[in-house]
């Protein structure tokens, strides 16, 4: 069955264009695109998008599901459920599940749970056995199972020559390793960033300069191996040079920020909000705002939640004790749109990094709106404002930093390979 | 016949004309072997140590036999059990035992560089039978010698080396070798198990074994050397089977004639299936065990001749 997207306002990261215009979908993938007022063929189903924003899925890298071991927290269906209704038509998991996705064993296992959802779900592996930086993982099986990429999550590997070996293994396999650049010694026991605020609350504080310490050993490890790479979270101004050096010297390298790190800073902790918890602690606004600089650059390449479900009982304690991390499928487009009404960024730029990098560095053919792509869409209303309710939230936890938010961009529908998953049908 | 090394302490000092010829000469032992009386008085009244610094059962063996089958008086010295533990250094082993006058000494030691040492201290001729991760020469003359028989010629040959290559003396002196004598060489493996440097060897380099092995002539596998890896080079041995241990899907890759080798012992299961091992159509193994008696009579043959020689030229004063 054919679809028309008709009255839309496409958003193409690819061009970066935004322009009026309607869209043709056939057998669940993009077939073309014409006016936006282009007759129906015979049989087509018609959607009027009314002049709204129709833009690629998102591809949201890092999303933690609760299985295997917490799905009181999420399940692979509460998770898709979530991701259907905030514009997310691929995610891709993280490995660091109770136990963790270290054998392909554990990868078919999830592969098999995540038919569950609704949208399209990508694995990634962890890159050592039970994440403890000792050994590294089966490589090779777990690509041919169709792991997407490697890492240990905020476990940074302490061990450089475990790392290096891990690294040269993967670069043989052409398999891509997500680090998380951080100092391990020195964040340790950390969970803000330093300065006045975190010594005024007396809360233990890392300086970002840990995060620039971290990257730029990952990188001497990339340069010598020639392995491909993708820090997770970039978040200081004071580790661009880096990876600007790492990229003009033709490393294989790109790298990610949180949404979170993009549109709150250090003094929304405020009194101890264990919601505003994460791992690397949020920054300066200096840094926010470099960072939202670095994105508008083209320099960070991947915006994503870090969806990060966390149960009542893990936030309710002391800021130091609570679990670090935020649920972000449901509201990471709109808290994009901060970014975008902001005048910062753009759309097209926005989908950039929300779904175009993230699909191509993980070698998937979404995240775009050329012909042969799958229809993995969403069609939103940049402008509609609403109140963040955080038990309005699909998933099965609640611990996101916005609520009680005022906040814009209201999704009116998700489709999946050209299959409505969210919204009300036309 | 040339052959003009004073020891012998790895390929990389023979020129192409002295491995024939130490070859040739093999190739009469290896008949001399297959006879019922097995005997011959080459090195009757010279005195042989075996001087293994590292655990071996096969090559020791090996060089044992070979030194009695020439009428050597032979020693075993079990070094890694005797002196060493009580503190002495390589180099007083090495000044002791020259203090007993042997004429030839066959050493093998866990050091890279160690036999070269021992070499410079001593005044009779020297075998390397194996230093580290540095050369293996016997073990590359006996292949070669099993290469010849198998195919007719040591040149113009497509090899496939594979596995563990960065910790392997085999597969260095080999490497040496079958360069020398002008033959494709490939080298297949992970990457972590690859030398670093290995593009500059004037080899071809394959992560991928069933590409690696398209066409090969021979198909050398190496023993994963786990007493010489400090962790973490290779994920699982099943992993390692699946992707570099041959079998007979990855073996019909290679030319339909192909040899497998294998310089023993095999880990069966991890880098070779045991159906191809034992395959006599293919397999090669048993004839390299028996090469490489023979390799050796004549490698201790050459340098008991060369060390005579030179014994003879000192007595005249020429020296």
């Known amino acids: ?426 | 016949m040339t052959f003009r090394a004073r020891h012998l302490l790895g390929i990389d000092h023979l020129k192409p004309d002295e491995i024939v010829s130490l070859l040739d000469l093999a190739e009469d032992y290896v008949a001399l072997n297959r006879r019922t009386v097995k005997h011959s008085d080459a090195l009757a009244g010279l005195t042989q140590i075996n001087m293994f610094f590292e655990n071996s059962t096969r090559t020791q063996a090996s060089f044992e036999l070979a030194g009695k089958r020439l009428g050597a008086d032979v020693m075993n010295m079990a070094v890694s059990q005797s002196s060493v533990k009580k503190g002495e250094t390589l180099i007083d082993t090495a000044l002791t035992l020259n203090a007993m006058q042997p004429d030839l000494l066959v050493v093998r030691h866990p050091h890279s560089g160690a036999v070269n040492l021992l070499a410079e201290k001593v005044n009779c001729a020297v075998i390397n039978a194996g230093d580290g991760r540095h050369e293996h020469p016997t073990q590359a003359l006996l292949d070669a010698l099993t290469i010849r028989r198998a195919k007719g010629r040591l040149h113009r040959l497509t090899v496939a080396i594979c596995g563990d290559i960065a910790h392997s003396r085999v597969a260095r002196s080999n490497l040496i070798l079958l360069g020398k004598m002008e033959n494709r060489i490939r080298l297949i493996g992970p990457a972590t198990l690859m030398p670093s440097g290995a593009s500059e060897m004037g080899v071809e380099l394959y992560e991928n074994m069933r590409e690696g092995l398209k066409g090969a002539d021979v198909v050398m596998m190496l023993r994963l050397q786990r007493e010489r890896m400090d962790g973490g080079f290779i994920p699982s041995e099943r992993e390692y089977f699946h992707r570099w241990g041959l079998d007979a899907e990855k073996l019909a890759m290679a030319a339909p004639d192909a040899i497998v080798m294998h310089p023993g012992p095999m880990n069966r299961g991890i880098e070779i299936d045991g159906t191809i091992a034992d395959d006599i159509n293919r397999s090669v193994i048993q004839d390299q065990v028996e090469m490489g008696v023979a390799v050796r009579m004549a490698a201790l043959d050459l340098l008991a001749r060369n060390l005579r020689a030179e014994r003879g030229r000192m007595a005249l004063g020429e020296v």
């Open chain 1, 1 to 426: 069955m054919d679809l028309i997207f008709s009255n839309a306002r496409l958003i193409d990261p690819e061009t970066l264009s935004d322009a009026p215009g309607s869209l043709r979908v056939t057998e669940g993938r993009i077939a073309g695109r014409g006016a936006p007022d282009e007759a129906a063929p015979e049989g087509a189903v018609v959607i009027d998008c009314g002049g709204r924003a129709l833009a690629p899925g998102l591809v949201d890298w890092g999303v933690k599901i609760g299985e295997p071991g917490e799905r009181h927290k999420e399940s692979f269906r509460s998770a898709g459920r979530a991701a259907a209704a905030g514009g997310v038509t691929t995610m891709i998991a993280r490995p660091d599940t109770m136990p963790p996705i270290d054998t392909p064993e554990a990868l078919e296992f999830v592969t098999r749970r995540a038919q569950d959802a609704p949208v399209n779900i990508h694995h990634m592996a962890a890159l050592t056995k039970s994440r403890e930086g000792r050994e590294m993982v089966e490589i090779g099986f777990l690509t041919d199972l169709g792991a997407v990429a490697f890492t240990d999550g905020v476990r940074v590997v302490r061990d450089s020559k475990l790392l290096s070996r891990c690294m040269t293994y993967a670069r043989g396999l052409d398999a891509l390793i997500v680090g998380h650049p951080q100092d391990a010694g020195l964040s340790q026991g950390a969970v803000a960033t330093s300065g006045k605020f975190a010594s005024l609350y007396g809360i233990p504080s890392v300086s970002p300069m840990a995060e620039v310490m971290g990257l730029d050993r990952d990188l001497a490890l990339v340069g010598m191996t020639g392995c491909r790479w993708h820090a997770d979270q970039i978040t200081t101004a004071a580790a661009l040079p880096a990876l600007i050096r790492a990229r003009e010297a033709g490393l294989d390298v790109t790298a990610g920020i949180s949404i979170h790190h993009l549109t709150l800073n250090e003094f929304d902790v405020g009194d101890y909000r264990t919601f505003f918890r994460f791992t690397p602690p949020l920054r300066s606004e200096d840094d926010r705002q470099a960072m939202v600089q670095a994105v508008a650059d083209g320099l960070i390449d991947v915006i994503a939640s870090f969806h990060t479900p966390q149960d009542e009982e893990s936030k309710r304690l002391p800021f130091e004790a609570a679990a670090p991390g935020a649920v972000g499928l449901q509201t990471l487009l709109p808290a994009a749109m901060r970014l975008y009404h902001q005048g910062g960024l753009s759309l097209p730029q926005l989908w950039r990094a929300l779904s175009l990098n993230p699909a191509r560095r993980l070698g998937l053919s979404s995240g775009r709106l050329s012909q042969g792509a799958p229809a993995d869409l969403v069609l939103f209303d940049p402008d509609a404002p609403f109140l963040m309710d955080r038990f309005k939230l699909l998933s099965k936890s609640k611990n996101t930093p916005f609520d009680g938010a005022r906040m814009q961009g209201r999704i009116l529908g998700t489709w999946a390979a050209g299959n409505r998953v969210f919204g009300e049908p036309a």
